[in-house]
């Protein structure tokens, strides 16, 4: 077949252009050609089309456009046009609002191409807006797909599921169906369904307006705008941060996703923001309004409004005389102003109300309600509950069994018959309470608290308060020195002190003490049997008469104890601890290291641990038993350590008691003293001149800085000087004499030797045992007991003989030698370590020899009155000399004469038993000695 062609002629009627088939075009078998179409055209100027597929293009008059058979397109230009597209698929290009589009049914799928206003004919299934200038397009009862173009379009579907797509301008789609479907691009306009069902917005719409009788409306990720009708509409933002106005009708709308705005408009609208932070206007009715999640701000407006709050950043605003509003919350809130109900839900523990008379209802759970001003009802429900009030027509609901409830009263205030506890704040300053065991506590001004019946707790604060006990085993917080205690309760009552105070005593009629300072505290009971405990400083305890229970506590605690039946409780390292008792014979008790006795003549005694025992002025019996004991007599005591290295510290003349294999022990002693059997160690104490004496063990002495005499009796003893004038006996050899300062005398009660032919006084040999001699230079040496042979040290020496017939020998160093009574030699020093030797004849009975005198040497006799004096080897003279201050006293003086310094005097002096005329170092004169 051949093709088809247009051609154009000019038309005769308006000079403009016709459009007509090529002649050479077949229709039905017959050829056509222009110059007979153009004469089969009729006046109406009709364009007929064929059975084929036609394009048809009119005029700008009215034409008439019949497009038969084929898919037709039909163009009837300017004009009112009439247009028929006759069966097939056909297209109509309409340009004027007064055109005309005729088709039949099953005529085809017909589009409608309109650059005008357009609402499309039955039978018509398509339109298609087309120009850029804003169009409505509507349809029809098919199921019609109708697009706009890329101006503001109106697309209205009518009957049918319709398909409309709007393209770029701001469109605006009526939908009443269903199965109606609305397609947007991405970023083509601001787009609205006014939907008189419930509607869903697709892709790329971004606001619903509800109509008619819908309900419904659903938004998509956009920012939508949906708009209820006057039904009960749902209204649902979904995603995006929508605006969702009910308008009239009991609304419900859901914010969802995203920063959403909520109008309720009027009704009784129920408004959910979602999980961002929205913003909720109820409008008028009652509303319901919940944020959910996130910070929300929401307004109920006129109505009986309920708010639903579960973030600390919800604002719930209301207006004065705006109805009876209530917040449920599920966090700690106080409600706002004009707002009169508070519902605390889930996991709120706190809800405050305003200056309203509130009603606040608190959980299962442990709430704080506080009403503010106004006259309140407060309800915690079950729960340990606190409720602060503040004027008196607050109301406090508590069912019984509704847990343990506190009150928090800022006036004057009495609990009710379930309630447990009261605190008094602000200006209140009575307190009272019912038949329950009450907890009560006042403020900082001078409270009267009265607990009524019941085991009841009552703490003043820091006023001079007066608690009021009454019946039960009640509890006094004590914090201020001027409180008074009244305590009404019968003898069967167990009550308690808990105080704050440093020092305390118990008034009558309390049995329990307990001190909370950790500081250190003072204790004090009353008759009662009390039981006192104190913190972890050092405290005193001291039960009074009664029989008493004591708990000092962690710290260094002092425990009067005056009668049998008190008990001294503590526990392993919990300080060093101490009992004072008047009792006549006390005990230590378990993990106690110390006792003082007090009051007459007692006995004390110890435990297993390190004690210190004390006793006083009277005769006391101190037993340390098992531990390193510390035992301090006071009067005439007996000590007994027991076992373990006890310490023994002596005043006066006590008795020390210790038994075999009980530990090293030592007694430290302000007076003289002789250790008793099994006691190792002595040392003298203070700065008297007293005495040290061991026994036959192995001892260690120590003296003083007084003069003392140590002698440690037998055993092999170690004696410590000190700083005074000491004499130290000795009686062995393994002695050992520890001396820093003073002037020393060694005692010896040991021989230092063995000595020969002591009955030839002009020649004696002798011996040095070995170990004998002494290990230090004491300044003076006596020989005691039976002792014959005396050796010095190198060192200067005064070395003393008893009434032996003694052997004295200097052995070095600047020593004065003096036999004592007995028939005595006297050596003088040799060798190169030898300065002066001095003989000192003391007018004690026997004949002394001397032996090796050496005026070279500066040896000097020192010679008491005598009778005779005789020697040999050198020369000597005697010269009587009267004492010129005295002249009943005579001295004398003895010349020594020498030929060289090697030459030694040996000679015999008998001196009288007399005791006069003894000379001074000053009248000492080189080798010239006066007598």
């Known amino acids: 077949m051949a093709k088809s062609r247009w051609i154009t002629l000019p038309s005769a009627l308006d000079r403009k252009t016709a459009s007509f088939l090529d002649p050479k075009i077949v229709d039905d078998g017959r050829f056509l050609d222009a110059a007979a179409a153009l004469a089969a055209a009729p006046s109406a100027r009709t364009v007929p089309g064929t059975p084929k597929a036609d394009r048809l293009i009119g005029t700008s008059g009215n034409d008439v456009l019949s497009g038969l058979g084929g898919n037709d397109t039909l163009d009837g230009r300017k004009g009112r046009d009439r247009m028929t597209g006759g069966t097939g698929n056909d297209t109509y290009i309409v340009d004027n609002s007064r055109d005309q589009v005729i088709e039949r049914a099953r005529g085809g799928t017909d589009l409608v191409k309109a650059s005008v206003h357009w609402i499309l004919g039955s039978q018509v299934e398509n339109l298609t807006l087309t120009g850029r200038v804003a169009l409505k397009g509507t349809g029809n009862a098919l199921a019609n797909t109708i697009t706009g173009n890329d101006g503001h379009n109106i697309l209205d579907g009518k009957a049918g599921a319709d398909r409309l797509a709007g393209a770029k301008g701001n469109d605006t789609y009526i939908v009443d169906h269903a199965g109606d479907r609305v397609t947007e691009k991405a970023n083509q306009g601001l787009d609205t369904v006014q939907a008189s069902v419930s509607y869903t917005l697709g892709a790329h719409v971004e606001n619903l307006l509800l109509t008619g009788s819908a309900l419904f409306g659903t938004g998509n990720e956009l920012a939508n705008a949906i708009t209820g009708n006057a039904l009960a509409n749902q209204l649902n933002g979904d995603a995006g941060n929508d605006t969702l106005d009910g308008g009239a009708g009991d609304d419900v709308l859901l914010g969802g996703t995203g920063t959403d705005l909520l109008l309720g408009g009027d009704g009784n609208d129920a408004l959910d923001g979602g999980s961002e932070n929205d913003s909720l206007e109820g409008g008028l009715g009652n509303d319901r309004l919940d944020g959910e999640a996130a910070a929300d701000a929401m307004a109920g407006g006129q109505g009986d409004d309920v708010y639903f709050v579960d973030h600390a950043g919800d604002v719930v605003s209301e207006g004065a005389g705006s109805g009876t509003d209530t917040v449920w919350s599920s966090v700690d809130y106080a409600l706002g102003a004009d707002v009169e109900r508070l519902m605390l839900t889930g996991a709120a523990l706190s809800g405050t109300g305003n200056a309203l008379a ?39 609901v508590e069912a019984v069994g509704g847990g343990t409830d506190t009150v928090r009263a800022a006036f004057d205030y009495t609990l009710g018959n379930t309630l447990e506890h009261l605190v008094l704040i602000g200006t209140a300053v009575a307190g009272t309470g019912n038949g329950l065991d009450n907890a009560i506590t006042g403020n900082a001004l001078d409270n009267t608290l009265d ?30 020195a001027d409180d008074v205690i009244d305590e009404q309760g019968g003898e069967t009552d167990f009550d308690t002190v808990r105080t704050t105070l440093q020092t305390y005593f118990m008034r009558a009629g309390i049995e329990t003490l307990v001190m909370l300072d950790d500081n250190g505290t003072n204790a004090n009971g009353n008759t009662l049997n009390n039981n006192i405990t104190t913190g972890s400083g050092d405290d005193f305890l001291d039960g009074g008469t009664g029989a008493d229970t004591l708990r000092g506590g962690s710290g260094n605690d002092t425990y009067t104890i005056d009668q049998a039946g008190d008990t001294v409780v503590e526990n392993a390292d919990e300080g060093i601890d101490t009992v004072r008792s008047p009792m006549m014979s006390y005990t230590l008790g378990d993990h106690v290291e110390n006792l003082t006795l007090i009051g007459g003549a007692m006995i004390g005694i110890g435990n297993d641990l390190d004690n210190f025992i004390t006793g006083n002025s009277f005769s006391n019996q101190l037993e340390g038993r098992d531990g390193n004991d510390t035992l301090v007599g006071g009067g005439t005591d007996a000590l007994i350590g027991g076992t373990g290295d006890d310490l023994y510290i002596v005043k006066t003349d006590d008795w020390v008691i210790e038994a075999t294999s009980e530990g090293t022990d030592t007694v430290e002693a302000a007076v003289s003293f002789v250790l008793s059997e099994n006691v190792e160690i002595l040392v003298l104490t203070g700065t008297d001149n007293i005495n040290g004496t061991g026994n036959g063990a192995d001892n260690r002495i120590v003296g003083n800085s007084g003069n003392n005499i140590l002698d440690g009796g037998g055993g092999t003893d170690t004696l410590e000087g000190g700083e005074g004038n000491d004499i130290y006996v000795i009686d062995s050899p393994n002695d050992t004499i520890i001396d820093t300062s003073g002037t020393s005398t060694v005692r010896a009660a040991y021989e230092f030797g063995t000595c020969t032919r002591l009955d030839n006084p002009l020649f004696t040999a002798f011996t040095i045992n070995s170990g004998a001699l002494l290990t230090f230079n004491p300044e003076r040496l006596e020989l005691a007991g039976n002792v014959v042979l005396g050796i010095g040290t190198a060192g200067s020496q005064h070395i003393l003989g008893n009434n032996q017939r003694n052997v004295l020998f200097g052995n070095g160093g600047l020593d004065t030698l003096n036999g004592g009574e007995g028939n005595d030699v006297l050596f003088a020093s040799t060798g190169p370590a030898r300065t002066k ?10 004949h002394d020899t001397l032996r090796g005198f050496n005026v070279f040497a500066g040896d000097i006799i020192d010679l008491r009155p005598f009778n005779k004096v005789s020697g040999s080897a050198g020369n000597y003279s005697v010269q009587v000399i009267t004492n010129p201050e005295n002249t009943n006293h005579k001295y004398y003086r003895v010349n020594v004469f020498a030929n060289s310094p090697t030459e030694t005097w040996t000679g015999s002096i008998d001196v009288p038993d007399m005791t006069t005329n003894i000379i001074t170092e000053a009248q000492l004169r080189a080798n010239i000695l006066l007598f």
């Not at 030797?837 to 026997?846: A, D, I, N, P, Q």
Request: a negative charge; charged letters at 20%.
């Open 358 to 396: 509130n009603t606040i209802t608190g959980t299962a759970r442990n709430n704080i309600l506080d009403g503010g001003a106004g006259a309140d009802t407060l309800d915690g429900g079950t729960g340990d509950d606190t409720y602060v009030v503040d004027e008196a027509g607050d109301v406090i």
């Open 451 to 480: 607990g009524g019946d019941g085991a009841d707790t009552l703490d003043g604060g820091g006023g001079a308060d007066t608690l009021i006990g009454g019946a039960g085993n009640d509890v006094y917080i004590v914090d201020h």
């Open 837 to 846: 030797t001095v003989f000192e004849f003391s007018g004690k009975l026997g």
